[in-house]
Nanobody, 115 residues
Framework: QVQLVESGGGSVQAGGSLRLSCVVSGSIFNFMPMGWYRQAPGRQRELVAGIARGGTTNYADSVKGRFTISRDNAKNTVYLQMNSLKPEDTAVYYC?????????WGLGTRVTVSS
């Protein structure tokens, strides 16, 4: 059974940084593209960063140049380094396959950025 567990969220001031981690149990990780998503209050969940099996990355325009997604296939872990955080980055952040699979949504990790 595949499970994804996110961690690393917290409260920071604008301009600060956080590093999110997502550990994936199960055997799918090394073969699948992964993504970090976020859902802000009152808004739909959106993809903010994706990474292919080989490391090719893509980002939402709103986070380009500030966020970096990476993966460690040996540790079954995908990371999201978030720098220069803005209040509009406040959301619950989730990892999932890319494209996402409904059955794999976890609890997420909350990020709050104050001005």
């Amino acid at each position: 059974q595949v499970q994804l567990v996110e961690s690393g969220g917290g409260s920071v001031q604008a301009g600060g940084s956080l590093r999110l981690s997502c550990v994936v149990s199960g055997s799918i990780f090394n073969f699948m593209p992964m993504g970090w998503y976020r859902q802000a209050p009152g808004r739909q969940r959106e993809l903010v960063a994706g990474i292919a099996r080989g490391g090719t990355t893509n980002y939402a325009d709103s986070v380009k140049g500030r966020f970096t997604i990476s993966r460690d296939n040996a540790k079954n872990t995908v990371y999201l380094q978030m720098n220069s955080l803005k209040p509009e980055d406040t959301a619950v952040y989730y990892c999932n396959l890319n494209p996402a699979e409904l059955r794999l949504w976890g609890l997420g990790t909350r990020v709050t950025v104050s001005s």
